[in-house]
């Protein structure tokens, strides 16, 4: 299925639990922030997703500043952060950038170059960067 499909399906089937994983992918790469907060909170109520994941996560963004940027690859430590961020409302100033989708999706590229961070501060922030 096309990533606009999936897209498309997330809207009319938001509460498919067994594919929020996929949704939170597509909305990822579309840069549909509104949709990815959403999903991304029903996700975290529904209470489904590894609690360790989501305590690594916590504690992983924690201890970065804000305004930072967060590295991270594979799905697991980027659906959590994420999860965090979006789906209880914490350290939302930290940008989370899926290393897999910069290979993958030029788009991603684009978002992390134009975030407001630089345009507010002038200054590039330190990178975090988590590999498994």
């Known amino acids: 299925m096309a990533i ?3 897209c498309s399906i997330s809207v ?3 509460d498919n639990i067994e594919a929020y994983n996929d949704y939170v992918t597509c909305l ?3 840069g549909d922030d509104a949709l990815l907060e959403d999903i991304l909170r029903r996700w975290y109520a529904s209470g489904t997703y590894s609690a360790s994941m989501l305590n690594y996560s916590y504690n992983a963004l924690c201890g970065m500043d804000s305004n930072s940027i967060y590295f991270v690859q ?3 430590p980027t659906y959590s952060a994420l999860m965090v961020q979006y789906g209880k ?3 939302k100033s930290i940008k989370t950038i899926s290393t897999g ?3 993958r999706q030029q788009t991603q590229i684009y978002r992390l170059f134009s975030l407001t961070i630089y ?3 002038k200054t590039i922030p330190i990178f975090a960067i988590h590999i498994e």
């Open 4 to 6: 606009g499909g999936i």
């Open 12 to 14: 009319v089937s938001p």
């Open 28 to 30: 990822m790469m579309k």
């Open 74 to 76: 594979g799905d697991s």
């Open 89 to 91: 409302g914490l350290f």
């Open 101 to 103: 989708l910069l290979i």
């Open 119 to 121: 345009a507010e501060t």
